[in-house]
């Protein structure tokens, strides 16, 4: 069984820039659920994807958008980036939406906007 | 504005003893909570949770208090053990699988 796998793990933007996160999500799972961790912060959620919809968005500007492919793997974008999006974004995947369906995180993409 | 706050950053245990990290919420409404343990350079692993109709849920050394009056559960770690050093959050549902995390307690027992 392979776990949630995220790429890249580092990478650093300059302000104005576009990124994208790559998130696979684990095998069997249907949804995938991406979150924000500022430093000295807890988890922030940014918005879900299931069977390839978005299903539910956190408090985060429209730059922050997403993707779920057929597969279940996901992208996160965000345009015009800030200094404040400097943060560990964190992949989870679930086997659906339900409070029942545990989620099981990748080891994040810390990005530094300079 | 914070829907689940912890407020201690950080505590130093020492092996053996017990661990008590806290968290409160400003939600009556939510119906269950979770503790996930962070480990550096890791994502978040779920530990334990406890639905707003029970007032304890007991897995081995990790017990998780809930006290609704308050809007306040605890964990407690029983003896607590080095590889128990970890940041530690509590998070309670927006909706479904969807949460709010707190801000995180930082773990560390002494050897």
């Known amino acids: 069984e392979t776990g949630v796998t995220q790429s890249p793990t580092h990478l650093i933007k300059t302000r104005g820039q576009q990124v994208t996160l790559r998130c696979s999500s684990q095998?069997?799972?249907?949804?995938v659920s991406w979150y924000q961790q500022a430093l000295g912060q807890g988890p922030q959620f940014i918005f879900q994807?299931?069977?390839?919809?978005?299903?539910g968005r956190g408090n985060f500007p429209p730059r922050f958008s997403g993707l779920q492919f057929p597969n279940y793997s996901s992208e996160l974008n965000v345009n015009a980036l800030e200094l404040d999006d400097s943060a560990l974004y964190l992949c989870?995947?679930?086997?659906?939406?339900?409070?029942?369906?545990?989620?099981?995180f990748g080891e994040g993409s810390r990005l530094t906007v300079l | 504005d914070q829907q689940v706050k912890q407020n201690s950053p950080s505590l130093s245990v020492q092996e053996g003893r017990i661990s008590i990290l806290n968290c409160d919420y400003t939600?009556?409404?939510?119906?269950?909570f979770l503790w996930y343990k962070k480990y550096p350079a890791e994502g978040p692993t779920f530990l334990i949770s406890?639905?707003?109709?029970?007032d304890k849920n007991e897995d081995g050394r990790f017990t998780v208090f809930l006290n609704k009056s308050a809007k306040h559960l605890s964990l407690h770690i029983v003896p607590s053990q080095p590889g128990d050093s970890a940041v530690y959050f509590c998070?309670?549902?927006?909706?479904?699988?969807?949460?709010?995390f707190g801000t995180g307690t930082s773990l560390t027992v002494i050897p």
């Open positions: 989870a995947s679930s086997l659906g939406t339900s409070f029942s369906g545990e989620l099981f």
């Open positions: 095998s069997g799972h249907n949804t």
């Open positions: 994807y299931y069977r390839e919809e978005e299903n």
């Open positions: 939600n009556s409404m939510f119906d269950y």
């Open positions: 406890i639905s707003s109709i029970k």
């Open positions: 998070a309670a549902p927006r909706t479904g699988n969807q949460f709010y």
